[in-house]
């Protein structure tokens, strides 16, 4: 889902533009993440997988009109990233909620994890002069060969293949992760900010679940 908010936004410019561009849209990653646990909580008691289903597609929706909708207004924009994180968050209750009665440490290990790892790949790719863009279409090819490969593990078993997945999953959200947070360093344009701050928490997002993923032994993602 990340894919589609990269490589906007490329540019030198200063200091204090950058610290507003940097507040405004770590103000816009927390909100988001907010509405995700309102939307994990709200349909905790879901008892079918349809409603999930659903709300998986209508954010993804929401993404896909994000971009559109930064052209002509930032209200909508903001207003379809609320929707977003809200309906991924009640796309991904089913799951949170199976860890959360079943085995609740792996969500706090996985938890402490991402926040180590998105605060470490976060800083090296803000400080970094190196240009990752290239770096960066290269890990979404990537990412895509991983989509494919775990459509195949749907259907064929491979010993430790899960465990393989999520690290390469790593491997390229950490790339991702560097890209965006140098994106806030070199973006031009205030109005960046809620699309810079949707791949940001997809980052988040995708780490916390591939984390999930391996400390739970790859028994449910």
């Known amino acids: 889902m990340s894919a589609s908010?990269?490589?906007q936004g490329a540019g030198t410019t200063s200091p204090d533009w950058t610290r507003t561009l940097f507040a405004q849209t770590m103000g816009y990653v927390a909100a988001t993440a907010a509405l995700f646990a309102a939307g994990a909580?709200?349909?905790?008691?879901?008892?079918?997988?349809?409603?999930?289903?659903?709300?998986?597609?209508?954010?993804f929706v929401c993404l896909i009109a994000m971009r559109f909708a930064a052209r002509r207004s930032q209200g909508l924009t903001v207003a379809l990233l609320a929707a977003f994180g809200l309906l991924i968050g009640v796309a991904m209750s089913p799951t949170l909620t199976y860890y959360a009665t079943?085995?609740?440490?792996?969500?706090?290990k996985a938890g402490g994890a991402t926040a180590l790892f998105i605060a470490g790949f976060g800083a090296a790719g803000y400080a970094t002069r190196r240009d990752l863009a290239p770096l960066a279409r290269i890990a979404f090819f990537a990412l895509l060969?991983?989509?494919?490969?775990?459509?195949?593990?749907?259907?064929?078993h491979i010993p430790h293949a899960q465990l393989a997945?999520?690290?390469?999953?790593?491997?390229?959200?950490a790339i991702f992760t560097m890209f965006d947070f140098q994106r806030l360093r070199r973006s031009q344009n205030l109005n960046?900010?809620?699309?810079?701050?949707?791949?940001?928490?997809?980052?988040?997002l995708n780490v916390f679940l591939f984390f999930l993923s391996i400390f739970s032994g790859g028994r449910r993602n």
């Open 145 to 156: 060969a991983l989509i494919v490969f775990g459509i195949v593990l749907i259907f064929v």
């Open 5 to 7: 908010l990269r490589y």
């Open 102 to 108: 079943t085995n609740p440490d792996v969500l706090w």
């Open 192 to 204: 960046a900010a809620p699309l810079i701050a949707a791949s940001i928490f997809l980052d988040i």
């Open 41 to 59: 909580y709200l349909a905790r008691n879901m008892t079918s997988s349809g409603p999930a289903i659903i709300a998986f597609i209508a954010a």
């Open 165 to 173: 997945y999520s690290v390469l999953g790593l491997a390229i959200f």
